[in-house]
C-alpha cells in the first residue's frame, strides 16, 4: 500500500492490515497511525520481536492505541513448511507489553486482538485475547491469498472447536 | 553419552533419549538402535525434518521401531527466546509418517508419544498423540535442567488442564 | 523515502539507493524505476536470492536497466556478528543474470558495479565489477551511519590495496 | 566417528577432522585431544562462534594445542547455495583468540592454519594464517565429497593465484 493511498483505504475498511513487508516501512506507519482505524501489523519474515513492538510505536505515537500484532510466521532454514510460527513470540510480546503499557493489556482491546467487524459471520465480534487470533478469509470474496482462505461452513466449524476449547481453559470468547 | 556405554544406560532406564547434539551421531544411533529400549529422539536445532527422519532410521533400521520424536525449538535469528518451537513440524512429520509407515502411526505407540513409566506420578502412562507431548521433570531429582523443571504439584495441575483440553477436542488421555 | 518522494530526491542526487527493508515496498520500486536514476538496491535481511532479483524485476519493467544489486548481510542465527555476509550470493547473482539476462553482464555497466559519481575522490569511477563493490561514506559528510563510515585518507588507502588486489587477480579497476 | 576408534585413525592419519555434526559430541572431543594429533574442528551448521570456540576447548583442556578451527558454512533461509559461508567468522575468531588465548595466535601454529603433511603437492606445507584457508582433497583418492573436490593440477593454478594474492597483500605463503 503507498502510503498516500491510507486514507482512502481507510474510509472503506473497518481496519487497516500492514503486512510482513511493509512492517518496517516507517512512512506508510505513520499514515496508517493517523487514519483512525484499529492497525494489523504482520510480524516480518525476520522482524525480531523488539523490532515489530518499536514498529508498533510508530502507530502509537500518533495517537492510536488500537494496535493489533499478528504473527504469521518467520523465516527459518527449514524449508518445507515455508514460514516457522514463532508461538514464543505470543508470550514474549505480552510480557513486553504487561511491563511497557499495562493500559493496553487488557482482554478485548489488548494488542493481540482481532477485530473481525468486516466479516458477516456469527464470529465476527472481538475474538479472545490472552491467546493470538487466527486471521482468516472467506475464499470466495478474498482478493489474495484464496487458496489459504477458509469457507463459511469451515470457519463456522472452527469457531465451534475453538470455543469448546476456550471453556475447557476457562476463558471467554 | 559414549557410544559404548549405551549398553549400561540401557540396563537401568525405561528409555533412553539422544540430545539435540547428538541427532546426527550415527555409531551412537545404531547403538541406541541395538539396545532394545524406547528411544526418544530430540530433533537438532538446525535439522531439518527430513534429516531428523533419516536419524530415526538409523534406530528403525536396527529393528527397533520405538522411536519417540521430541520436537525441542530450532534455531533462528529470534535470539530473545533461545530456541524457537516449530510446532508445523508435528503436522509435517505426521504427514511424512503416515505416508512412508503407516503401520507406525496409531495413537498411542507412535512415533509422538511419550512414555513415562520412570516418572512416579499419576500422568506415568502413554501420554497423548495426535499431538506432540511434553518432556516433563521433576526438579528435585532432576540431574540436569533443574529450572526448566516441573514439580510434581505443578505437574497434575498441568495434567489436569490438559485432559480438559483433551475432551473438548475429543480426544482420550 | 515514501514514494511521492522519489522525484524530489533524484533531482538531486546521481543514484538512488533503496535500503534493506524496503526491498519489497513495490510501490516505492515501480517509482524508483520511473525517475530515471541508476538504482542501488540493497538485499532485505531476509530477502532470499530469488526475491531479490524479482524485486529488480519492478525496476527493470519501468525501462530502467541500472540496476545495482547490493549485499549487505543477512540475518541468521549468529548474532555476534550483526549480520552474516552471504558472499554466497555474488556468484549466484552473476549465474542468474548470465542465463537470464545476458545483455547486463557486462563489466562496467552491470548489476553489481557501483558509480560513485557522488563521492569526490580520485576512486569515483564505476566500480569493477566480477566481483561485489564494497558501499562507502564519509563520515564528516555522512548523514547516516556514520560510526560504519570511512574517512577518505582511510578510503584512498584502501582503494591502494584494491587496486594491488586486482591487479594481482588480472583486473583493471 | 567413534571414540574410540580414535586411536586407531590417530595412528595412520597425520591430521584427526572432527566435522560438522560432532562439534559438540564431547566424548569424542576429549579423545581426540588425548591422541597428540593436530585436530582439525569444523563448525557446525548451527554453532554459534562462541560454542564453537567452547568445543574448541574440549581438546586444548587434554593438552592439545594443535586445534585448526574450519569455517564450512553455516545454515541460513538461504536455500539455493546450500549452507552461507560465513566469513565473518574468520576476525571474529581471531579477536577472540587474540584475547582469550595471545599465545596461540602467531603466523604458523594458529588455530586457522591448515597442516596439510596428508596431501601429495607441491602446496602441503602450513597454510598462510591471517585469513582460513580453504579444505582441499584429491578428487581421485578421496574417499567421500570426490565431487566437491580439486584435481592436483587444478590446485596447483589455484596455489598460484593464491600466492600472487598474498603477495598483493604483503603476506607470505
Known amino acids: 500500500m503507498e502510503p498516500d493511498k491510507v486514507d482512502v483505504v481507510a474510509e472503506h475498511a473497518d481496519i487497516l492490515q500492514v503486512g510482513a513487508r511493509n512492517v518496517q516501512n516507517f512512512p506508510l506507519l505513520r499514515r496508517v497511525g493517523d487514519a483512525g482505524k484499529p492497525v494489523l501489523l504482520k510480524r516480518g519474515?525476520?522482524?525480531t520481536i523488539q523490532e515489530w513492538l518499536l514498529s508498533a510505536e510508530y502507530v502509537l505515537a500518533r495517537g492510536n492505541p488500537n494496535v493489533i500484532l499478528c504473527e504469521r510466521g518467520i523465516r527459518t532454514?527449514?524449508?518445507?513448511t515455508r514460514f516457522t510460527l514463532d508461538l514464543n513470540a505470543v508470550p514474549a510480546v505480552k510480557t513486553a507489553l504487561a511491563s511497557a503499557c499495562p493500559g493496553r493489556s487488557e482482554p478485548r482491546n489488548g494488542p493481540l486482538?482481532?477485530?473481525r467487524?468486516?466479516?458477516?459471520w456469527p464470529g465476527s465480534r472481538p475474538a479472545p485475547t490472552g491467546s493470538s487470533s487466527r486471521c482468516i478469509r472467506d475464499p470466495e470474496e478474498a482478493l489474495s491469498d484464496g487458496p489459504q482462505s477458509l469457507k463459511p461452513e469451515r470457519?463456522?466449524?472452527?469457531?465451534q472447536r475453538v470455543r469448546k476449547i476456550a471453556r475447557a481453559m476457562d476463558r471467554d470468547l
Chains 1, 2, 3, 4 share one sequence.
Open 45 to 47: 519474515m525476520a522482524t
Open 77 to 80: 532454514f527449514e524449508a518445507s
Open 113 to 115: 486482538a482481532v477485530r
Open 117 to 120: 467487524s468486516r466479516w458477516p
Open 155 to 159: 470457519f463456522a466449524a472452527l469457531m
